[in-house]
């Protein structure tokens, strides 16, 4: 395991209030992260921030085995280097089907230089079905996506992001709206996903964190209160105090 994302001393301010305040986090490739904190302990900044979607005043953001510097960098760049992100609310083309939806999402869909190269169309209907099969979807790929249910859109979703073949995959609340079994279904996926590459969820449901199984970062006012597993950092009485407690 080596450090594929090291944020490192960071801060930023909105109008003169400190949203994130010497905040350093390292993440592992690969890894599974969860990140919890109160509402507005800077957790969606710290991922505006290393989508590029943020410029930090200061500190290091520092990506991969090359150790190059995300700061400076437009956020499709970032897209590129391979950090995918997952916001709440899924985005899938609902008049579209689960293939076509998948199809669209892939890296490398196939082209002009395919058919130069004699690769056939089952190259890329492999793809789709170890996808589709990823995500539990494989019995309705050719459906319409706007008749899925909210946890089939939120997984179709993840799907389109692992069709980019991200190194960082970054999830903003998946379990919000979902019924207890699409939670379950959704914490093997994102442990499943976590096996070859580094997947970090933000997520406030306490028992969704239990089942994710892995190390917590809790923040608090823009920077780390606490770091370890769920059990050790829900005994320590600070985040009792500004989080669990209230
Ligand atoms: N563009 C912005 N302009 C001004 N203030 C902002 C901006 N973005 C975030 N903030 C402030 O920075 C702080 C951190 O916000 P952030 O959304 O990162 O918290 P959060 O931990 O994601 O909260 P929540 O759990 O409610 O989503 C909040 O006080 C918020 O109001």
Not at 120 to 149: C, H, M
């Amino acid at each position: 395991m080596s450090t594929l994302l090291e944020v490192s001393g960071v801060s930023v301010s909105f109008d003169g209030f400190r949203a994130i305040n010497n905040l350093s986090i390292q993440i592992a490739e690969p890894e599974l992260r969860a990140v919890i904190g109160p509402n507005g302990a800077g957790k969606t900044t710290f991922m505006d921030i290393v989508t590029g979607k943020t410029k930090p005043d200061e500190g290091r953001v520092i990506w991969g085995d090359k150790s190059i510097s995300l700061i400076g960098m437009s956020e499709s760049e970032i897209a590129q280097v391979g950090i995918g992100r997952k916001f709440q609310k899924p985005t899938v083309f609902e008049a579209q089907t689960v293939q076509e939806n998948i199809v669209m999402a892939l890296k490398n869909p196939r082209g002009p230089f395919d058919l130069l190269l004699g690769r056939k169309d089952a190259d890329q209907q492999d793809r789709v079905n170890a996808i589709a099969e990823e995500i539990g979807l494989r019995t309705v790929l050719d459906q319409p996506s706007g008749v899925l249910s909210h946890g089939q859109k939120q997984w179709l979703e993840i799907g389109m992001l692992l069709a980019q073949d991200p190194r960082l995959l970054l999830v903003d609340e998946p379990a919000a709206g979902m019924t207890p079994s699409e939670r379950e279904h959704t914490t093997d996926l994102l442990r499943r996903a976590a096996q070859t590459r580094a997947v970090v969820v933000v997520e406030h449901d306490m028992e969704f964190v239990r089942r994710l199984n892995c190390k917590v970062t809790v923040l608090h006012q823009g920077s780390v209160l606490a770091e370890g597993s769920l059990d050790h950092v829900t005994k320590n009485q600070d985040v009792i105090d500004v989080y669990l407690g209230r």
